[in-house]
């Protein structure tokens, strides 16, 4: 079982920034993605921006490209995403994503609130 924790949502005004970070437990795979989705009140759960051990290149959903940031820290088995500029629509619950193949591990969830 691999343990994710979440971390830096909250409030923010619109156009500022904040920092998610995830951290997860030692975990044994090698083969894995990691990454963030979200979940807005009355929508499904969606992927803001993953990345995957295998060397493909980082996933970022349209809304989030230019201006999320996804970074793995794999020595401190970290994964943040820096969000900027950020926006009313993106108020969601933030949820950190651990998948080797066949399986997902899910954080508890982290609000962000975005205030115009």
């Known amino acids: 079982q691999v343990q994710l924790v979440e971390s830096g949502g909250g409030p923010v005004p619109e156009g500022g920034s904040l920092l998610l970070s995830c951290r997860h437990s030692e975990d044994g795979y090698i083969t894995y993605t990691i990454g963030w989705y979200r979940q807005s009140p009355g929508k499904g759960r969606e992927p803001v921006a993953t990345i995957s051990t295998r060397g493909t290149p980082i996933y970022y959903a349209d809304f989030a490209r230019g201006r999320f940031t996804l970074l793995r820290m794999p020595g401190d088995r970290m994964v943040n995403l820096q969000m900027n500029n950020l926006r009313p629509e993106d108020t969601a619950v933030y949820y950190c994503?651990?998948?080797?193949?066949?399986?997902?591990?899910w954080g508890q969830g982290i609000q962000v609130t975005v205030t115009s």
């Open positions: 994503n651990f998948n080797p193949p066949g399986i997902d591990f």
